[in-house]
């Protein structure tokens, strides 16, 4: 357990070359302009980084970093007065199914990142949404965690002068 710790907290202080990345903001190297949502994820994440290390996840550090970079990009900013420490359920929901719509894997990242996230919200006394707003998030990311997903490939068969080169 003890050399785990150590790996991850050796990946939290690693530093890469992506530009607004959340390892270059606990560095202070910041040199893309970002979000609102994702410079408040880059002032979280030292702590959040901690936070991680001293947890058994099963996702690198780096992956859920880069997740919730992702998804705050596009998370909604309509005035100052939103947070990602009081994340609101329906913008979450519909995010979320934006992206299991056309990223599936990207989905269940983000999903996995944000639960995280939440859990370092709440151990850390951080959250500032209602109790409320906090449940309901909670219950939509383990809805989404725990969902069996299907995929069906459907095809045509193909013909035969596909396959044999004549034209009909």
Request: charged share 20%; net charge negative; proline share 4%.
């Amino acid at each position: 357990m003890a050399r785990k710790q150590g790996q991850q907290a050796a990946r939290a202080n690693h530093v890469r070359n992506q530009p607004g990345d959340p390892f270059k903001a606990a560095t202070g190297r910041v040199t893309f302009p970002s979000s609102g949502n994702v410079r408040e994820l880059e002032a979280l994440a030292p702590a959040f980084i901690e936070w991680y290390g001293r947890h058994q996840f099963s996702a690198d550090i780096e992956e859920v970093l880069e997740s919730l970079t992702h998804f705050f990009r596009y998370y909604p900013e309509f005035d100052g007065s939103r947070t990602i420490t009081a994340l609101e359920p329906a913008e979450v929901i519909a995010k979320l199914t934006t992206l299991m719509t056309h990223a599936l894997l990207d989905g269940v990242m983000a999903t996995y990142s944000l639960m995280r996230l939440l859990g370092f919200l709440r151990d850390s006394g951080r959250w500032s949404g209602s109790q409320e707003s906090f449940q309901t998030v909670h219950g939509i990311l383990e809805d989404i965690l725990h969902s069996e997903v299907q995929v069906v490939i459907r095809h045509r068969p193909i013909t035969d002068h596909a396959t044999t080169g004549t034209a009909e």
